[in-house]
């Protein structure tokens, strides 16, 4: 089992059943799991609607996307059915999160779906891991099969004459399939390539039908919501923020792991109480605050920062996935950008030119440069090419890569000039050969 | 596909698809699923599961091709028994991936995508695997283990040798779990 952390700083909402054998379905309901489910089944899609646009609960995801509204966009009357789909293809570098949501709570996700399908008058909702989470997936199956059992998934759910069915799928490795649209289009059976938006999922989504598209975390979170009422849901929060959020803290840290706290929590304070400080006495270089695609923040700029989704906006970065990824003194800058530079361009789908292209071109430069063959135009030339990334794509992967390469080259300037004309790395264990 | 057709896949694997491809609003939702349990049982995505898995479906096989180099999981080539999958992305990497990763390659004298002499173990660097805060963390086929270094690479190898002796099953899917000296081990 992957470790759990606790800190007295935490305010367990999402987490709360973690370590407390919630997977299996009867102890869900004893430590009160289905009653929110209930409940939205007495008072109808609207009442439901309000209370999560009161909550101001945001999408987990990484956009942040206010999910009351999301839901309320979806028509009341279709032609097509309409269909509830979970995003649990968690990719993004840094975050690890829906890991032990699923594997501690599998309930909430479903009965979180259970309430999405009847806000927006959904008899399908489909619940989609990513293809490494096999043992996640069977926990889901095995959870899913259960609720199907006690008559809570079915043609007569909590015997009322609602139906509601669930259907687990797993990918097969691929983080642009975490991309909503991309996400429907490896639900169907096809490439994950992403769709070119509008028309938005909630209008023509899975199968050209209506669809709501929640990641897994939001999901979970539901079920409190209701639980809870959403006024008091959002006041745990900052402003327009609700709640709490699940922090995924690695790197270089004390004591790494997935800490639960309110929104809008300093950043600061998180590093060094909740995750213990920096490991081995060294010192806070860097932190990239919300999974690999969030631009780097320096430790000046984190000194008063609350962890909501405008704060961090208004400081040039993103909340995004809530992965904090602490980096310490003794880490090349470069080398990271390289690492990161990889991964999306071994991800990119390669359907939008500009992302293909340009996280090719990015991660030959950085290569060739971390190898100590760069030269000077070097630097400009790979802030261009994420530039010219920046919104040309159909999906955000584009920008995902292009946007913390431009942090790590506008704030780290002066460490990539140190690797100029033939320098070594003056970090570097890992040097790769220039492949060009 | 008829009870009575000769299928490659066991039975019990041809009856779950059997029901997978009848479970969607449309056919074809099943067909990554198919794709990676079909690997799990077969080995790789060989010249006959594609032919039968588009049948199945009912789509062309070099549809199916098309779905299937999508997704870095599925591959057309066998593997080791044991796939040993390092992740070295950031969050594993600022923990020592690449010292672990370089252990693996010593150990096993194979790099990436590489596969041993005796066909035991396949060795790749993968990408984010999920694990981040108990970094750094592999998967050997679908087991994790977290919080690694090089000192634990031995062992594991060893204890998926006896694995491979005692005649444990391959796919990692039937794994209940145990535990290297020091390390955190969950499947």
Redesign the interface.
Known sequence: MPRLVSHPEEVKVVSKRFGQGAANIDRYIELGGYVSARKCLEQGPDWIIDEMKASNLRGRGGAGFPAGLKWSFVPKQSPKPKYVLINGDESEPGTCKDHLIFLHDPHAVIEGTIIAGLAIGAKLGFIYLRGEYRYLLKIMEKAVADAYAKGFLGKKIFGSDTEFRIITQTGAGAYEVGEESALMESMEGKRGVPRIKPPFPAVVGLYGGPTVINNAETIATVPHVIEMGGAAFAAIGSPRNGGTRLFSVSGHVQRPGVYELPMGYNLKKMIYEVAGGIRGGRKLKAVVPGGSSTPVLLPEEIENLGMDFDQVGKAGSMLGSAGVVVIDDQTCIVEFALRTISFYQHESCGWCIPCREGTDWIKKSLTRFHAGYGVAKDIDNIQYLAENMLGRTFCPLGDAAAMPTLGFVKKFRKEFEDHLNGKPCPFAKHVEMAVI | MSPETMSIFSPQLAARFDALVE???????????M??YAQDEIGYLSEAVIAEVAQR?GITELDVR??AS?????RFKPAGKYNVQVC????C???GA?DLYERFQEELGIGHKGVTADGLFSLEEV?????????PAI?VN???H??LTADHVSGLLDGYRGRARAGVPGD??SSQGWRVEGS?T??
């Not at chain 2, 969607?24 to 699923?33: I, K, M």
């Not at chain 2, 999508?70 to 599925?74: A, F, G, H, P, V």
């Not at chain 2, 070295?88 to 969050?91: G, H, L, Q, R, V």
């Not at chain 2, 990408?127 to 970094?135: D, H, N, R, S, V």
């Open positions: 479970k969607y609003p449309v056919r074809r939702s099943a067909l990554v699923p794709l990676l479906i098309n779905v999508y997704y870095s999981m599925l070295t992305n950031i969050s990497m600022l923990r690449y990408e984010c695997i999920g694990a981040c805060c108990w970094a998967q679908y087991d994790f977290d919080e990692g899917s955190a969950h499947a």
